[in-house]
């Protein structure tokens, strides 16, 4: 299945730096968010590092992929998962060695969020809040799940939705790649239809944009999405880096 994609990062209207990176690389079908945290110019090291450190290891892993686009099993889908988790295992190593040797980058992490695209399939990694929805017959979808403490909150019953929006604990994390040596991975496999859109963003972008305005927004094709979006969470105050990806899958991708 054909992929082609459009990606666009922002500073936004408060932050004196952008601590996003991003990855698109529609030849391996392959598309990371990272949001960078910490002082110091901290954040851009870790988002782009880990980055860097992720595409290394999934080109390398191609043979893995390979075999799954021509046999999609539980066995090759348990060794594509296991590659996309030990590269961002890998990116966390990176990142948590670089702050080690470098006390002014004590504490810096990135979330990634990370989709791979190979056949009729779409493989996630997720580690933080940066999210991916996918759009099909006109609806849009959330399809990672938020590493925070108010996600955990709502789960748990703790606090209502709407609470949520308000909450003053509503940018701690839970999980981040770097600021420990290891950290937790979710990984699944999810079958891709024709025409299917991906959403990939930083948080910059989903705190101002709701799901249900993804669908018309991507009807204006790719670059024109990524702008529209970018433009959207600025007018409604840009407090933060904004970063997107859309990718669209088929055979007229």
């Known amino acids: 299945m054909q992929r082609v994609s459009h990606a666009r990062t922002d500073i936004g209207r408060k932050r004196k730096q952008n601590e996003d990176a991003y990855l698109a690389d529609d030849e391996i079908g392959l598309y990371v968010v990272a949001d960078g945290m ?17 595409h290394g290891m999934i080109r390398r892993g191609r043979q893995v992929i390979e075999r799954y686009a021509q046999e999609p099993s539980e066995e090759t889908a348990a060794r594509l998962r296991r590659l996309i988790e030990s590269a961002v295992q890998a990116a966390t190593y990176m990142v948590y060695g670089l702050a080690e040797l470098d006390p002014n980058q004590a504490g810096m992490g990135t979330t990634i969020t990370l ?11 997720q580690v933080g809040d940066s999210r991916i929805y ?8 959330q399809i990672t799940e938020d590493h925070t403490l108010i996600a955990w909150q709502v789960r748990q019953g703790l606090i209502t939705e709407e609470q949520a929006k308000t909450s003053p604990h509503r940018n701690v994390i839970t999980r981040a790649v770097g600021n420990r040596d290891y950290v937790e991975v979710d990984t699944f496999v999810m079958p ?39 433009e959207l969470a600025n007018s409604r105050g840009g407090r933060d880096n904004i970063t997107v990806i859309a990718v669209r899958a088929g055979p007229t991708a």
């Open 192 to 230: 891709v239809t024709a025409g299917d859109t991906f959403v990939l963003c930083s948080d910059g972008l989903h705190t101002y944009v709701d799901a249900v305005e993804l669908p018309e927004t991507c009807k204006r094709g790719l670059p024109e999405a990524t702008r529209a979006l970018v």
């Open 115 to 125: 989709l791979l695209l190979v056949g009729e399939h779409a493989l996630v990694g």
């Open 134 to 141: 996918v759009i099909r017959e006109g609806i849009a979808r």
């Open 38 to 54: 910490g002082g110091h110019a901290a954040g851009e090291v870790a988002s782009s590092e880990a980055i860097d450190s992720i």
